[in-house]
T-cell receptor
Framework: GDSVTQMEGPVTLSEEAFLTINCTYT??????LFWYVQYPGEGLQLLLK?????DKGSNKGFEATYRKETTSFHLEKGSVQVSDSAVYFC?????????????FGQGTILTVHP | NAGVMQNPRHLVRRRGQEARLRCSPM?????VYWYRQLPEEGLKFMVY????????ESGMPKERFSAEFPKEGPSILRIQQVVRGDSAAYFC?????????????FGPGTRLTVT
């Protein structure tokens, strides 16, 4: 079945450090890929998405490129801020008979220190 | 434009009671999804509904759980005879249409605690 694997967390960085959170997936067909962010006590907010191979999603300084050859969608940011501290979820929508369903990774906790 | 609304935000139930969770989708959205987040885990899909129809309930436990999205009013996730293992955050999401590229917008969640 469809699945998403994220790098083990938590991740702790100093402000202005470079961030990478790895995400790989398994899916049949051509899924769309998403990164969601969850701040403490809140619901999920869509951070960025990519709907086909080689697409790059970007938002608020975050980027991720849909790599079909490596089945990956790694999240990157060049310079993190304390306000980026949150839980980050990679997700896919595989379409087909699962067209209504998002499959999530386990989440990666990011803490950024001043 | 109001986002996805869920209520209550926090719900405490004793074992054996019923829990009713409500979700009002974003204006113009007719597709509703429910997800469950157990402590320190990712979200797991439960059910996908359109108005008056359950489209995909492949993630719903076979017993005690049910969902509806009536023609009028919010979507309801109902858990009968709750047990401690039902304690979790339940998130509702909605989308304008269905398909791999359509974004799902999430509500703030209902945190259910079973004592």
């Amino acid at each position: 079945g469809d699945s998403v694997t994220q790098m083990e967390g938590p991740v702790t960085l100093s402000e202005e450090a470079f961030l990478t959170i790895n995400c790989t997936y398994t899916a049949t067909g051509y899924p769309s890929l998403f990164w969601y962010v969850q701040y403490p006590g809140e619901g999920l907010q869509l951070l960025l998405k990519a709907t086909k191979a080689d697409d790059k999603g970007s938002n608020k300084g975050f980027e991720a490129t849909y790599r079909k050859e490596t089945t990956s969608f790694h999240l990157e940011k060049g310079s993190v801020q304390v306000s980026d501290s949150a839980v980050y979820f990679c997700a896919l929508n595989a379409g087909g008979t699962s067209y209504g369903k998002l499959t999530f990774g386990q989440g990666t906790i990011l803490t950024v220190h001043p | 434009n109001a986002g996805v609304m869920q209520n209550p935000r926090h719900l405490v139930r004793r074992r054996g009671q019923e829990a009713r969770l409500r979700c009002s989708p974003m204006k113009g959205h007719s597709h509703v999804y429910w997800y469950r987040q157990l402590p320190e885990e990712g979200l797991k899909f439960m059910v996908y509904l359109q108005k008056e129809n359950i489209i995909d309930e492949s993630g719903m436990p076979k017993e005690r759980f049910s969902a509806e999205f009536p023609k009028e009013g919010p979507s309801i996730l109902r858990i009968q005879q709750v047990v401690r293992g039902d304690s979790a955050a339940y998130f509702c999401a909605s989308s304008r249409d269905v398909g791999t590229s359509y974004e799902q917008y999430f509500g703030p969640g209902t945190r259910l605690t079973v004592t």
